[in-house]
């Protein structure tokens, strides 16, 4: 039940983001995922670890679509940081797929070539659906299809090995002075 949960809260968050970028309102999806984010980390046994791993993610995800929008093979129609880097939106998009690579998401674990497949074709099919619904622009599609799916079958594999050792070795912070 709880993989079920965790796929549909991302879908929430995934439409969310993607229709309020394409009626220029990026904040609106960004809000909707900072919600599910936080719901998500209150039903985490170590949230301080489980954030981190959000944090990296959205930091390592938001690299790879600042690649796609510096070479122009991507563009987004609104919530620029900065004209060679990825829209903000995406970047919470990544944070919000992270919370699934623990969940529902984790019978990819240790499948290394299933979890390049997987991102082979669903990176690329994720970006098209955003494309049909408004929120991104392809400035060169072929390209674009090209980058897309090696840029997510080659990442995939190592994100759910990084959620793997965060779930298996979590960070404690004692906030407590000595």
């Not at 510096?70 to 940081?81: A, D, E, K, M, V």
């Not at 900065?82 to 998401?105: C, G, K, Q, V």
Request: hydrophobic share 55%.
């Amino acid at each position: 039940m709880n993989n079920i949960i965790n796929f549909i809260c991302f879908q929430i968050g995934w439409f969310s983001a993607v229709m309020s970028a394409a009626n220029n309102t990026p904040w609106m999806g960004v809000m909707v995922i900072m919600i599910i984010i936080a719901v998500h980390l209150l039903r985490q046994k170590n949230p301080y670890s489980e954030l981190i791993l959000i944090l990296s993610i959205g930091i390592l995800g938001g690299a790879l679509d600042s690649i796609f929008v510096y070479f122009q093979w991507i563009s987004y129609p609104s919530g620029h940081i900065h004209e060679n880097l990825t829209a903000y939106w995406i970047i919470a998009m990544w944070m919000s797929f992270a919370t699934t690579l623990n969940i529902s998401m984790a019978w990819l674990k240790n499948k290394n070539i299933l979890g390049f497949i997987f991102g082979f074709f669903g990176g690329p099919l994720t970006y098209y659906a955003g494309y049909n619904l408004g929120g991104i622009n392809f400035v060169d599609f072929n390209s674009a299809m090209i980058a897309l799916a090696f840029g997510w079958g080659v990442i995939i594999p190592p994100l759910l090995h990084l959620a793997d050792k965060f779930k298996q070795k979590p960070l404690n912070f004692n906030l407590q002075s000595p």
